[in-house]
């Protein structure tokens, strides 16, 4: 069946720090990609997406580019910042599969001041 | 406006009892979705109904039982709670059943003594 990958965390940075969340899957075809960011107490709210091969997908500072050759999505922000602390998943989704989502196990980023 | 709203927030209550949540999406969409999340963090899908219609039921307790009055509209009941059902509920929505964003509501907090 489809999965999702992501790096476990938690992963505690300094502010303007480098941060890298990696995220692989595993899908049957060919599937729309997606970075969610859950802050605490907060539901889930999209931070970017791709549907395509090659495609970047941007928000916030933060940059995800979809891999088909290394079936991977990769979460990037060159400096982060305090209010960035929070869950990070990484979600497929596939029309074949009624639309279903399958999400990673949520990355936890905390950044220090 | 709120786009995907849940009630209640919080939720305590006794094994055995039976208890409800409602979610309503003031957004037009035609699908709606059910997660669990568990205390470290892991999303689970639950249910999934497109116009009024199930289309995801994945491998949950008969005593979950989700109910869709009309599009707008997704409610969880639950009987006979257990402990392990204590979590944080969430409802989701999207435009349609293919490879779309989802809209999460801000969860419904479920502890079950």
């Known amino acids: 069946g489809d999965s999702v990958t992501q790096m476990e965390g938690p992963v505690t940075l300094s502010e303007e720090a480098f941060l890298t969340i990696n995220c692989t899957y595993t899908?049957?075809?060919?599937?729309?990609l997606f970075w969610y960011v859950q802050y605490p107490g907060e539901g889930l709210q999209l931070l970017l997406k791709?549907?395509?091969?090659?495609d970047k997908g941007s928000n916030k500072g933060f940059e995800a580019t979809y891999r088909k050759e290394t079936t991977s999505f990769h979460l990037e922000k060159g400096s982060v910042q305090v209010s960035d602390s929070a869950v990070y998943f990484c979600?497929?989704?596939?029309?074949?599969?009624?639309?279903?989502?399958?999400f990673g196990d949520g990355t936890t980023l905390t950044v220090k001041p | 406006d709120t786009a995907v709203s849940q009630t209640p927030k919080y939720l305590v209550t006794q094994m055995g009892n039976d208890k409800s949540i409602k979610c309503e999406q003031n957004?037009?969409?035609?699908?709606m979705y059910w997660y669990k999340q568990d205390s470290k963090k892991f999303l689970k899908i639950m249910f999934s109904?497109?116009?009024?219609?199930?289309?995801i039921n994945e491998t949950v307790p008969n005593r979950f039982s989700p109910k869709s009055p009309d599009k707008a509209h997704l409610n969880l009941h639950i009987n006979s709670l257990e402990l392990g059902d204590s979590a944080v509920y969430f409802c989701?929505?999207?435009?349609?059943?293919?490879?779309?964003?989802?809209?999460f509501g801000p969860g419904t907090r479920l502890t079950v003594l």
């Open positions: 989701a929505s999207s435009q349609d059943r293919g490879e779309r964003e989802q809209f």
């Open positions: 899908a049957t075809g060919y599937p729309s």
């Open positions: 791709a549907t395509k091969a090659d």
């Open positions: 979600a497929l989704i596939l029309n074949t599969n009624a639309g279903k989502s399958t």
């Open positions: 957004l037009g969409h035609d699908t």
């Open positions: 109904y497109n116009n009024k219609e199930l289309i």
